[in-house]
């Protein structure tokens, strides 16, 4: 038994270590984005790390912070402010352990692939439109629709003069990141070593040591990092309830998707599965990662398929890879809290909008595309409503359509 557990660290101390050095700049990314702050983010990547990773029903699954909650998350910051988003946090967890408890996880894998898939690309539309104010260093606009504030900020763009470090900056990431990939595959030896890290490390001291005039991340206040002053929100509990509502449907979906995932590349990687995931357990575990970050001053996390198929990837075996990612980001910000506060933000948009466009996949687009026509329906129409409303709408305009679309072609076809 002793041999098992040592064989099995061998692979997942290191897979920890690779996957905290890729979810530490998208944490900060998140965080920033969401408008919640960097700190915010690396809060959500250590606790729900540690909590789902300890407590949910996958073995490989890496929570934290994730595109599709910060979609999700941006609007309902700028209405209800951090003190309102601890109370929706701890109500949005409690729906999920609820969802867990009642056994829900079963119908979530009932949701069309086609709508999935949509929901995917709705969310890599959003990621990069939400950049925006990063890239140019402008306000962002008013409002919470994703589309109008990306055409409002593109108006304060052009009422401002145009900031040519930060667009550099986001240029030179996204070059870094497919020159360091494009290395990786001639010299095996690279490969353990993350195009964002190498982007974020390499432009982080460039900009430094010449005093570039752009925007950083600003001081960790790692002595405070996990203090969190609560104070209930001046909005109707209907509003607040609305929202929990929306954010635990989105942090089911996504963990039972992202878990899904995880053992799909079990399979291809081990030629078998001998432990799948538990959906219930899952949820029940994500909603406690949820109502424990949201307490000290995170956000609500999901299951992020990017970090997990990272730690799958690394090689993990069990839940102790999930364990060391957590508590490496902790260790990292204690230690190293100084050095990444000079991160220039234009770096971290330029990281989301690579994790965007591995999102969205153009293979996996030109795939969508060229199936049936109800599968190609449901696909963009889902997209589109993620892209124009939000999640949660996309994904029942999808499922709607599908079904419409589907009994349509049936009965043509008969």
Same mark, same amino acid.
């Given at each position: 038994?002793?041999?098992?557990?040592?064989?099995?660290?061998?692979? *997942? &101390?290191?897979?920890?270590?690779?996957?905290?050095?890729?979810?530490? /700049?998208?944490?900060? $990314?998140? $965080?920033?984005?969401? #408008?919640? #702050?960097?700190?915010?983010? &690396?809060?959500?990547?250590?606790?729900?790390?540690?909590?789902?990773?300890?407590?949910?029903?996958?073995? +490989?699954?890496?929570?934290?912070?994730?595109?599709?909650?910060?979609?999700?998350?941006? /609007?309902?910051?700028?209405?209800?402010?951090?003190?309102?988003?601890?109370?929706? #946090?701890?109500?949005? $967890?409690?729906?999920?352990?609820?969802?867990?408890?009642?056994?829900?996880?079963?119908?979530?894998?009932?949701?069309?692939?086609?709508?999935?898939?949509?929901?995917?690309?709705?969310?890599?539309?959003?990621?990069?439109?939400?950049?925006?104010?990063?890239?140019?260093?402008?306000?962002?606009?008013?409002?919470?629709? @994703?589309?109008?504030?990306?055409?409002?900020?593109?108006?304060?763009?052009?009422?401002?003069?145009?900031?040519?470090?930060?667009?550099?900056?986001?240029?030179?990431?996204?070059?870094?990141?497919?020159?360091?990939?494009?290395?990786?595959?001639?010299?095996?030896?690279?490969?353990? &070593?993350?195009?964002?890290?190498?982007?974020?490390?390499?432009?982080?001291?460039?900009?430094?040591?010449?005093?570039?005039?752009?925007?950083?991340?600003?001081?960790?206040?790692?002595?405070?990092?996990?203090?969190?002053?609560?104070?209930?929100?001046?909005?109707?509990?209907?509003?607040?309830? +609305?929202?929990?509502?929306?954010?635990?449907?989105?942090?089911?979906?996504?963990?039972?998707?992202?878990?899904?995932?995880?053992?799909?590349?079990?399979?291809?990687?081990?030629?078998?599965?001998? *432990?799948? +995931?538990?959906?219930?357990?899952?949820?029940?575990?994500?909603?406690?990662?949820?109502?424990?970050?949201?307490?000290?001053?995170?956000?609500?996390?999901?299951?992020?398929?990017?970090?997990?198929?990272?730690?799958?990837?690394?090689?993990?075996?069990?839940?102790?890879? @999930?364990?060391?990612?957590?508590?490496?980001?902790?260790?990292?910000?204690?230690?190293?809290?100084?050095?990444?506060?000079?991160?220039? @933000?234009?770096?971290?948009?330029?990281?989301?909008?690579?994790?965007?466009?591995? &999102?969205?996949?153009?293979?996996?687009?030109?795939?969508?595309?060229?199936?049936?026509?109800?599968?190609?329906?449901?696909?963009?129409?889902?997209?589109?409503?993620?892209?124009?409303? *939000?999640?949660?709408?996309?994904?029942?305009?999808?499922?709607?359509?599908?079904?419409?679309?589907?009994?349509?072609?049936?009965?043509?076809?008969?």
């Amino acid at each position: 038994m002793f041999a098992r557990a040592f064989g099995a660290a061998t692979f *997942d &101390i290191p897979a920890g270590i690779i996957v905290a050095v890729v979810a530490l /700049p998208l944490a900060l $990314g998140f $965080g920033v984005t969401s #408008g919640a #702050g960097a700190v915010s983010g &690396i809060v959500t990547a250590i606790v729900a790390g540690l909590v789902a990773g300890l407590l949910g029903g996958s073995k +490989y699954q890496v929570s934290g912070p994730t595109g599709a909650m910060v979609v999700v998350l941006f /609007p309902i910051i700028a209405q209800v402010g951090m003190s309102g988003l601890l109370v929706v #946090g701890v109500l949005a $967890g409690a729906l999920i352990v609820l969802f867990g408890l009642l056994k829900f996880g079963k119908y979530v894998e009932k949701i069309p692939w086609a709508v999935m898939e949509g929901f995917t690309l709705g969310i890599a539309l959003v990621i990069a439109l939400q950049q925006l104010p990063l890239i140019f260093e402008v306000p962002r606009a008013a409002g919470t629709e @994703t589309l109008t504030v990306a055409l409002g900020t593109l108006h304060n763009v052009g009422l401002s003069s145009l900031h040519l470090w930060p667009i550099g900056l986001v240029v030179a990431t996204l070059a870094i990141k497919v020159g360091w990939s494009s290395m990786r595959t001639r010299w095996a030896s690279l490969s353990v &070593i993350p195009p964002s890290a190498v982007a974020v490390v390499l432009l982080s001291l460039i900009a430094w040591a010449i005093s570039a005039p752009v925007m950083t991340v600003g001081v960790l206040p790692s002595g405070s990092l996990f203090r969190f002053n609560p104070a209930w929100p001046e909005l109707p509990l209907g509003a607040l309830i +609305y929202a929990a509502v929306v954010v635990a449907l989105l942090g089911t979906v996504e963990s039972l998707l992202s878990a899904r995932v995880a053992d799909a590349m079990v399979k291809r990687r081990d030629g078998l599965i001998v *432990d799948s +995931y538990r959906p219930n357990r899952e949820l029940v575990g994500q909603g406690l990662a949820t109502i424990a970050s949201s307490m000290i001053g995170g956000m609500p996390a999901t299951g992020a398929i990017a970090r997990t198929a990272v730690n799958v990837n690394a090689g993990a075996k069990t839940r102790l890879a @999930t364990v060391v990612h957590s508590l490496v980001l902790l260790a990292f910000v204690f230690a190293f809290g100084g050095i990444v506060s000079h991160i220039p @933000t234009a770096v971290l948009a330029g990281v989301l909008l690579g994790a965007s466009w591995r &999102i969205a996949n153009p293979s996996s687009i030109l795939e969508n595309m060229r199936t049936t026509w109800p599968n190609r329906v449901s696909y963009l129409s889902t997209a589109a409503v993620v892209v124009s409303i *939000d999640l949660i709408w996309g994904i029942i305009v999808g499922v709607l359509v599908h079904a419409l679309s589907t009994g349509f072609s049936a009965r043509r076809g008969s």
